[in-house]
């Protein structure tokens, strides 16, 4: 328990703390929190190239070409959800070809407090379903707006006898 005192001390001290003043150190700050990037709300982080991630995105809307906002919305979290296994990969190969455990996937080995290879198993899993979901959704859309039968997505009821 912390005395009063302490306690006092330690708010005096909280108040003292003023971060960074320049727009350069802001910025800087805001990406001190950033290990892997792997569920960061900003696509471009560190060493990204910005035009790897537009020509990505041009190649989608050539490919899927969308029609309205929310089929556009739909490519786009396609395209950050691909731009996420991308990076989780480029993570991967590095890590078991240059035997760096403790570069990029630091974060990821401490968060789950497992072994490295899991946690990027279970990180491009959950970008696989996001998206396929995506996918899905936007295949679904784009056949309603074509006049085309869309079949109902399918529930599958699992029960195991234990």
């Known amino acids: 328990m912390v005395s009063k005192k302490q306690l006092v001390a330690n708010k005096n001290n909280a108040r003292k ?41 041009e190649e989608l809307i050539l490919s899927l070409q969308p029609e309205g906002k929310m089929e556009e919305i ?31 996937l630091e974060a990821i080995h401490k968060a789950y407090n ?22 899905h959704e936007l295949q679904r859309i784009q056949g309603l707006r074509l006049g085309q039968a869309v079949l109902a997505p399918i529930a599958i009821d699992l029960h195991t006898d234990s």
């Open 17 to 57: 703390s003023t971060g960074p003043k320049s727009s350069v150190g802001i910025d800087q700050a805001k990406k001190n929190s950033i290990k892997h990037g792997l569920l960061s709300k900003d696509l471009i982080i560190r060493d990204d190239d910005p035009k790897k991630l537009n020509t990505l995105i």
């Open 114 to 135: 497992s072994s490295t290879i899991a946690s990027i198993s279970r990180y491009e899993s959950t970008l696989e379903r996001a998206l396929y979901k995506a996918l």
């Open 74 to 104: 739909l490519v786009e979290k396609i395209a950050s959800t691909l731009w996420r296994l991308q990076r989780l990969i480029s993570a991967e190969a590095g890590a078991l070809n240059e035997n760096d455990w403790m570069g990029k």
